[in-house]
């Protein structure tokens, strides 16, 4: 009998291999790389601002150029080489968030590093997951905000201007009460070693910082203020190792936002006037505290057919990409406070926090900028809050109950020594608001009852009045120079 022929299992047809995202051509390689390093160059942008070429900035180089490869990738990620790394480059808001979030649900996504202008790298503070429920501030934040607002504008020198040590520590102190409670806002070494523990680069390092912290937050986790992050965290039963690096998460980002994004929201909003959720996102947008973040991927995955190999890094640059079109509220991703994947709860409560801040100082004070001179459409590509010079104007209609609205009588002379004319006349005309302003007051306060009573009282009456006369006649003679400075 002959044996039948032994069967040979047909080839199992292997998976198809999911192709790379595409590499830039070299062209664009360059293009991409020149706008990186002329990061590190601001001056570069001077002469393309001066002549109104917005596109010829490195702000609009980049975006130009992402633009081109959203067209010619049909907006898929594409692999740019540069002089500080080789990056896939995700060309939306949407696609960076849906390619982070699936990375990072693969589990193989590692902890984000930022990306300085000069290609250095460093570890931003350490992201925690946090439901927004639990992070969400109990009652109005207007009431909770309303003490800090009140001594921030009191303390402007008596031109009118801010102080950039006053104003951050003055909002460094609500960023500590708002996060760690009543007791804590005093406590300027909280916030040190939470400073401490964000800059350690080795592991040792941030193992001595992290117990530092953890250290000095227990005495306000004992009894928590219910009003703070603390009290909530502990109210919701969160383990200790969790509630610290929330703490600190939380803490570094409120600060941030407070100190830094408001004074650039109100700087924006002098030139054009807008809510105070539109001021803040503006600020973000065009000045992000992260302005890129790299996210290395340390194992291979897929994303919507594209294979992605191990050891690539994905650039995330919140400030090159074009807003969402539709806006979901405080603590949309990108996030341009923290570099975590998808919505951060501590950045969405930040934002929170800078919103109220300039609605309650837009309500009490007129901000205008007196250096550097800013432009609608013509923006500084940096806007550093140490050097930003912003004043607080009397607003129009004082209280006319004779109080004396002015604040500090002395006033502070401003080093402005080297600025364009247009400083010297914003500076003059804060000096004619308030003289004008301080008129106002002496006038109402010689118009109130109880000067008649006696022949003394009236003499003190009309000193009062003529007083105010001379403010008066002193603020238009200031006026008249503030307007030949501007011109």
């Known amino acids: 009998m002959t044996p039948a022929p032994e069967t040979i299992p047909a080839p199992v047809p292997s998976a198809p291999v999911p192709p790379a995202p595409e590499t830039a051509w070299a062209l664009e390689n360059a293009v991409f790389s020149a706008a990186m390093v002329a990061r590190r160059l601001p001056w570069t942008d001077a002469p393309a601002r001066a002549l109104g070429l917005d596109v010829l900035t490195r702000e609009g180089i980049a975006r130009t150029l992402l633009e081109h490869l959203r067209r010619t990738r049909s907006g898929r990620p594409v692999r740019l080489r540069t002089p500080f790394g080789e990056f896939l480059v995700p060309l939306t808001p949407e696609v960076s968030e849906s390619l982070l979030v699936r990375a990072d649900e693969e589990g193989v996504l590692e902890p984000a590093t930022g990306l300085t202008a000069g290609g250095h790298r460093y570890e931003p503070s350490p992201h925690t997951e946090l439901p927004w429920e639990v992070a969400a501030p109990d009652g109005e934040l207007s009431a909770l905000v309303a003490r800090d607002v009140d001594e921030a504008v009191a303390g402007r020198r008596g031109d009118g201007t801010l102080e950039w040590q006053g104003w951050h520590e003055v909002m460094a102190r609500l960023g500590r009460r708002l996060v760690a409670g009543e007791a804590a806002a005093e406590d300027t070494l909280l916030s040190a070693i939470a400073t401490r523990a964000e800059a350690a680069e080795s592991r040792s390092a941030r193992a001595e910082a992290a117990a530092a912290l953890r250290r000095r937050t227990a005495r306000y986790l004992e009894s928590p203020d219910p009003a703070s992050l603390a009290g909530r965290l502990v109210a919701a039963g969160t383990c200790p190792d969790t509630t610290v690096a929330a703490l600190a998460h939380a803490l570094a980002l409120v600060s941030e936002a407070a100190s830094t994004t408001v004074l650039q ?129 009397e607003p129009p209609g004082g209280p006319g109950d004779g109080r004396v609205t002015v604040g500090s009588p002395s006033a502070v002379p401003v080093p402005v020594r080297g600025y364009a004319p247009a400083a010297y006349g914003a500076l003059a005309r804060a000096s004619a608001e308030r003289l004008a302003a301080h008129a106002e007051s002496l006038a109402a306060c010689a118009g109130a009852d109880g000067w008649d009573r006696d022949e003394a009282g009236e003499k003190f009456r009309m000193m009062l009045l003529d007083h105010a006369g001379r403010c008066a006649q002193a603020a238009d003679g200031v006026r008249r120079a503030a307007h030949r400075l501007a011109d």
Do not use: M
């Not at 302005?291 to 191990?310: D, K, M, N, T, Y």
């Not at 919140?318 to 951060?344: D, Q, R, T, V």
């Not at 934002?351 to 801040?357: D, I, M, R």
């Open 265 to 393: 929201a109100l700087a924006l909003h002098t030139l054009e006037p807008a809510a105070a959720e539109e001021a803040v996102a503006r600020a973000l947008r065009h000045y992000p505290p992260v302005a890129a973040s790299v996210h290395r991927v340390r194992a291979p995955f897929v994303w919507e057919g594209l294979g992605i190999g191990a050891g690539t890094e994905i650039l995330c640059a919140p400030g090159w990409l074009s807003p969402p079109k539709e806006a979901a509220g405080p603590g949309i991703w990108p996030s341009a406070l923290c570099g975590a994947p998808g919505a951060c709860a501590a950045t969405r409560l930040a934002v929170l926090v800078a919103e109220e801040l300039v609605r309650a100082i837009t309500a009490v004070a007129r901000p205008f900028v007196v250096h550097p001179r800013l432009t609608v459409g013509r923006l500084p590509g940096t806007l550093d809050p140490r050097s930003l010079l912003v004043a607080l104007a």
